[in-house]
């Protein structure tokens, strides 16, 4: 019996590959992504992760726009994550 999730991610880097493996594995459901503030903006994030499911042939997936700030004040560091989050890798 496959797991139901619901991901809350911020994707950069490692959470675009956390999403991958669940999106492949065949013991998990995704039921929806809720992207929010952290590497990115959430909703570069959700391009993000729009992005990457398209690349990994699973675009069923169903991806909200979550929190747009963090509980704390904090600027997005460019420098490590790239504008984009993902090191601006495309």
């Known amino acids: 019996m496959k797991k139901s999730v619901i991901l809350d991610v911020d994707t950069g880097i490692d959470d675009g590959v956390a999403i991958m493996l669940g999106a492949l594995c065949d013991e998990l459901d995704i039921k929806l992504i809720c992207t929010c503030f952290g590497n990115t903006s959430a909703e570069n994030s959700a391009v993000n992760t729009a992005n990457l499911l ?6 069923d997936k169903k991806i ?3 929190s747009t700030s963090g509980i704390l004040k904090i600027r997005q560091n460019v420098n490590v994550h790239g504008k984009n989050g993902l090191g601006d890798y495309p």
Request: glycine share 22%; proline share 0%.
């Open 54 to 59: 398209s690349h990994i042939g699973k675009n």
């Open 64 to 66: 909200v726009v979550g």
